[in-house]
């Protein structure tokens, strides 16, 4: 079973999934300028090959750092050496009963109406696979800066199954379709 599978008919999306001897796998997801990776282990049962990867960690982002500001309003701020990537950042402030969304700027920037906020969600754009959300103790606090985890584009595996098909595998994509089946063939 060991080898390299690349997905077939999917227009300008380039992916595929290695399995090594030592039953560990590799996962690659290229389209445009984004690049996605995956890693984990292996193994066959019947003709299933299952992939899982370690568990996915809770959240995409860090709270680096809150406090009160003397300015009006709220300031969610992302920071990250790569100054393109702050500009795809989705964030949504809430206090439970206004709910409100807003992307960042090119400088990361989001800047909200005052209100209390009692969570702060965000989503990254370029790998939206889910939203990490962020329960806030302090009311007072107004400023908010967050960085990415160095995971956040890291594609994780949950005892995924893929079937054997003479020598390819059949299954699904995980950035993809949901409960679409894509065909890899063996390289």
Sequence with gaps: MTGEYYLTGVREVGSGIKLNADSTFEFFFAYGA??????????????????????????????????????KGITIRIVDP???????????????????????????????????VEAISLRFELCPDRYSAFTIDSKAHN???????????????????????????EGPHPLLEPGKKYSFVRN
């Design 34 to 71: 984004l690049d996605r990776f995956g890693t984990g282990t292996w193994k066959q049962r019947d003709e299933q090959i299952i992939l899982t990867s370690r568990p996915r960690p809770p959240k995409d982002f860090a709270l680096v750092t809150s406090r009160k500001t003397p300015d």
């Design 143 to 169: 400023y908010f800066e967050f960085r990415f985890e160095p995971w956040i584009v890291e594609v994780f595996f949950e005892n995924i199954a893929y079937t054997l098909s003479g020598k390819d595998l």
């Design 82 to 116: 790569n100054k393109q990537l702050l500009r795809y950042v989705e964030c949504t402030t809430g206090n439970g009963t206004d709910i409100r969304r807003e992307m960042a700027n090119a400088d990361g920037e989001m800047h909200f109406a005052s209100l209390p």
